[in-house]
């Protein structure tokens, strides 16, 4: 008995406390708090008087990135690179490599071998944004151009052990890029 006056008394002084019509209005706030939270604007979609809906192109908007710019790529454009192998059996190689022109190319890879002490350099490979290599044989050497150097490599290897030459190695190698110019 004691027991069942003790939790009557308990229940009473919850009810006094919170009368009947303050938890009916509680408990109709408690509906109501979920439907605000899915009446939010996705992002980025506008909503006249909801100020949860920003679009992500006003600097108060959480997504937003600072100005646009058009395009964004810098401006400028990519300019050829070139490279030549001037050759004298006697003396050695002049090279060149991103030079702006091919007659730039020639014309310093030709001064350098005469500089080395070629009397009769001559052009043997000329190439534009690429790799350039010289495989060089027992007997006979082999020039090619690829994107890499490892490309070059096995093409100029290739043709020196199919040209029967032994002792294929790699001379020289070098690569010309284009250049990006702004």
């Not at 090619?144 to 490599?153: G, K, Q």
Request: glycine share 8%; proline share 6%.
């Amino acid at each position: 008995m004691l027991k069942k006056l003790s939790d009557q008394l308990r229940s009473d002084l919850f009810f006094r406390r919170f009368p009947v019509r303050k938890m009916f209005l509680v408990g109709l706030l408690l509906l109501c708090v979920p439907s605000f939270a899915q009446a939010q604007c996705p992002a980025g979609i506008p909503s006249a008087g909801n100020p949860a809906c920003i679009p992500p192109d006003r600097s108060n908007s959480p997504y937003y990135h600072g100005p646009q710019r058009e395009g964004s790529m810098p401006v400028g454009e990519w300019e050829t690179r070139w490279g030549a192998f001037a050759i004298d059996l006697q003396t050695g190689l002049g090279t060149s490599k991103n030079m702006r022109s091919k007659r730039a190319a020639r014309s310093a890879a030709m001064a350098q071998c005469k500089q080395l002490g070629g009397k009769k350099c001559k052009i043997e490979f000329v190439c534009f944004n690429q790799c350039g290599v010289i495989v060089a044989g027992a007997k006979t050497f082999s020039t090619s151009a690829a994107p890499t150097i490892e490309d070059a490599t096995e093409m100029s290897m290739d043709t020196c052990r199919k040209s029967g030459d032994e002792g294929c190695y790699l001379y020289f190698s070098y690569c010309s890029s284009a250049e990006f110019i702004r």
